[in-house]
Structure formats: structure tokens, C-alpha cells
């Protein structure tokens, strides 16, 4: 079942701006973490952006300055804002829950079909 649906991604160029937005089905923030994560070609996907139950934000340290996680409660929806984004940004960009999965291992929400951003000139 598909939980988050993101969108806003794009082609843009280097020192460019996005701002992803990720759609949440049911009421999650304040019930658990949630997070921004991305793929980039070729390596492991990983988590850049991360807000907690108590709205404590958190980021990578390739992200730190130039992207902002931000809410909207009664829209259900949070935000990655992107600034000065580089080529090493290129990646399909996943919203999800943090932790990913229970204390039973199970799994909280599917991951979504993402949103790809591409930095190139």
C-alpha cells in the first residue's frame, strides 16, 4: 500500500534550487520520526534529512547549509527544501518513516516510486 507519494524533483543546474514535497496518507508526524532518504547512482541509498517526533531536525553532512526538512501538519505533507545543489545531489529522493521498521523487524510503510532530481548543466 502506498503510504508517501513525492514529487517535485527535476532537471536543474548546478547552484540550482528544488523543493520536494512528500504526501503522507495518514497523520505520522508527531506519531513517528520521518525522513528523507536518496539513491544516488551507484551507491547505497542513505538518509540526508531526518525531522523527529518532537520536530528535532538532523542532517547528512553533504547536506548541511543547503537543505532545509520542513512540515506542514495539517496538509500531512513535509518538504525538502534544496539549495547550491551540486552534481553529487543526483539521485531519486525517497520520503519514510524513522525507524523504517518495528521492534519485530516489520516494515512501517513501502517505500514509493520517489522523485528524481538530476544537477547537471
Known amino acids: 500500500q502506498v503510504q508517501f507519494v513525492e514529487s517535485g524533483g527535476g532537471l536543474v543546474q548546478p547552484g540550482g534550487s528544488l523543493r520536494l514535497s512528500c504526501a503522507a496518507s495518514?497523520?505520522?508526524?508527531?506519531?513517528?520520526?520521518v525522513g528523507w532518504y536518496r539513491r544516488a547512482p551507484g551507491k547505497q541509498r542513505e538518509l540526508v534529512a531526518s525531522?523527529?517526533?518532537?520536530?528535532?531536525?538532523n542532517y547528512a553532512d553533504s547536506v548541511k547549509g543547503r537543505f532545509t526538512i520542513s512540515r506542514d501538519h495539517a496538509k500531512n505533507t513535509m518538504y525538502l527544501e534544496m539549495n547550491g545543489l551540486k552534481s553529487e545531489d543526483t539521485a531519486v529522493y525517497y520520503c519514510?518513516?524513522?525507524?523504517?521498521?518495528?521492534?519485530?523487524?516489520?516494515?512501517?510503510?513501502?517505500w514509493g516510486q520517489g522523485t528524481e532530481v538530476t544537477v547537471s548543466s
Open positions: 519514510n518513516t524513522i525507524p523504517l521498521r518495528d521492534t519485530y523487524g516489520r516494515a512501517y510503510y513501502a
Open positions: 495518514r497523520r505520522i508526524f508527531g506519531v513517528l520520526g
Open positions: 525531522m523527529s517526533t518532537s520536530s528535532v531536525t
